[in-house]
């Protein structure tokens, strides 16, 4: 087979350099906007109070989620996620970690190793998403796990911004978590890069009063509002 022209292939080349560029710019220009996006605050003048209903706030360094007691005077959320929906739902689950994010990337990426291009492309442009809920045994606040107090007021407005994604059981489609500790809930709401799991965290504590930045795709940008635990 003859070799293609030598114009020929240095035309490709430079297209091939061309695309690539592009690609790491629109990458590079994102990464700076959802750095600034979640540098500029919400609700700038809200400070934590000494006590209050303590909650967390989770992350894998990736992903973000809102732990909270399972019961509290202003919501039981075993009637929301009952345990019954587990694979072990005989222990004495205290707290659940309530999440949103993206259909595919959650039902069939275990690991970030599983994720796939066609995955990611699709939660990009726009796709349908789910609710992730675990259940956990009195979890300790660390690096990972960082503990948020609200004051009542401010937590009521939380579970009502939480509610308004849970739709009743027995008019939702239920999941199979990864562990017999979690789960996956149907969900309404669109997934794309303007509303992401990251983003669904922010919106939520936001809607609760609480100070947290305006564009968060990313953990970081999630969890610079919320403190480190003292050493």
């Known amino acids: 087979m003859a070799a293609p022209p030598p114009g020929l292939t240095a035309r490709a080349l430079r297209l091939v350099y ?14 700076l906007a959802g750095w600034l996006g979640s540098s500029i605050p919400r609700n700038p003048e809200w400070r934590e109070p000494a006590g209050g209903v303590e909650i967390m706030i989770e992350t894998n360094g990736v ?38 994010g993206e259909r595919a990337v959650f039902l069939e990426t275990p690991t970030w190793a599983d994720l796939k291009p066609g995955d990611a492309l699709r939660a990009a442009l726009g796709s349908q998403g789910l609710l992730h809920v675990a259940h956990y045994i009195r979890p300790a606040p660390g690096e990972h796990h960082r503990v948020l107090r609200l004051r009542p007021e401010e937590y009521r407005r939380l579970v009502q911004r939480i509610e308004t994604q ?32 990251n983003q669904w965290t922010s919106d939520t504590l936001a809607a609760a009063g609480v100070r947290t930045g305006w564009w968060t795709p990313f953990a970081g940008g999630v969890m610079k509002w919320v403190p480190s635990p003292q050493p």
Do not use: K
Request: aromatic share 16%; hydrophobic share 45%; with cysteine.
């Open 166 to 197: 849970v739709l009743p059981p027995g008019q939702r489609q239920v999941f199979a978590g990864y562990e017999d500790w979690d789960v996956f809930y149907e969900a309404p709401g669109t997934y794309h890069l303007g509303n992401t799991c």
């Open 63 to 100: 992903h973000t989620a809102i732990v909270m007691p399972a019961v509290t005077p202003w919501q039981d959320w075993r009637t929301r996620f009952p345990a019954a929906d587990l694979g072990a739902p005989d222990r004495p689950y205290t707290h659940v970690s309530v999440s949103w």
């Open 18 to 31: 061309t695309v690539a560029a592009w690609l790491a710019l629109a990458i590079g220009l994102f990464m």
